[in-house]
């Protein structure tokens, strides 16, 4: 029964809940920064204050 309350609450919890259109594959958040690259890619940062390093991801630009 806990499990499935467990499960519930999850799913409640993240329902509601919309990513950002360009997050962060690691930790989910917005970038901090762009650099356009090769026409239709861009190179997205940001700071992750936990890890305490940058990360960068490619994808379309916005």
């Known amino acids: 029964m806990s499990l499935r309350l467990g499960l519930v609450l999850v ?3 993240t329902a509601g809940c919309e990513r950002a259109k360009n997050a962060c594959p690691i930790d989910g958040q917005p970038p ?3 650099g ?3 026409g239709k890619s ?3 940062f940001h700071y992750s ?3 305490r ?3 960068s991801w490619w994808a379309d630009c916005e």
């Open 42 to 44: 861009c190179e997205y």
């Open 49 to 51: 204050q936990v890890e």
């Open 36 to 38: 356009r690259r090769n």
């Open 11 to 13: 799913l409640l919890t």
């Open 32 to 34: 901090e920064w762009t």
């Open 53 to 55: 390093t940058t990360h």
